[in-house]
């Protein structure tokens, strides 16, 4: 069992950057594939970004390419996401979420554990 808690949400405004932090409970946290997804208001939840177990490996989105970036502290048992430019589409609610693979996986459907989720809100 893995609980998920994010944090670092909030109000910033257009060019902006903010700093999303996931905790994780439990000792298996190192053998997880870590991701983001975020929800818009009006539209299905969709990928962000994904890391390896090992964080040898990370996964964008075309749409935040460039300018956010995905991390992980597995001695913190925390994921990062640091999210730089952002734009008012990037409003959203994001969750993080762990995969048992340790892989990482662009699918929803593959991820095990969910937080309940932190709004970001960019301001144009």
């Known amino acids: 069992q893995v609980q998920l808690v994010e944090s670092g949400g909030g109000l910033v405004q257009a060019g902006g950057s903010l700093r999303l932090s996931c905790a994780a409970s439990?000792?298996?946290?190192?053998?997880?594939?870590m991701g983001w997804f975020r929800q818009a208001p009006g539209k299905e939840r969709e990928f962000v970004a994904a890391i390896s177990w090992s964080g040898g490996s990370t996964y964008y989105a075309d749409s935040v390419k460039g300018r956010f970036t995905i991390s992980r502290d597995n001695a913190k048992n925390t994921v990062y996401l640091q999210m730089n430019s952002l734009k008012p589409e990037d409003t959203a609610v994001y969750y993080c979420?762990?995969?048992?693979?340790?892989?990482?996986?662009?699918?929803?459907?593959?991820?095990?554990?969910w937080g309940q989720g932190t709004q970001v809100t960019v301001s144009s």
């Open positions: 439990g000792r298996t946290f190192s053998t997880y594939a």
């Open positions: 979420a762990a995969e048992h693979t340790g892989w990482g996986n662009r699918q929803e459907r593959e991820y095990d554990y």
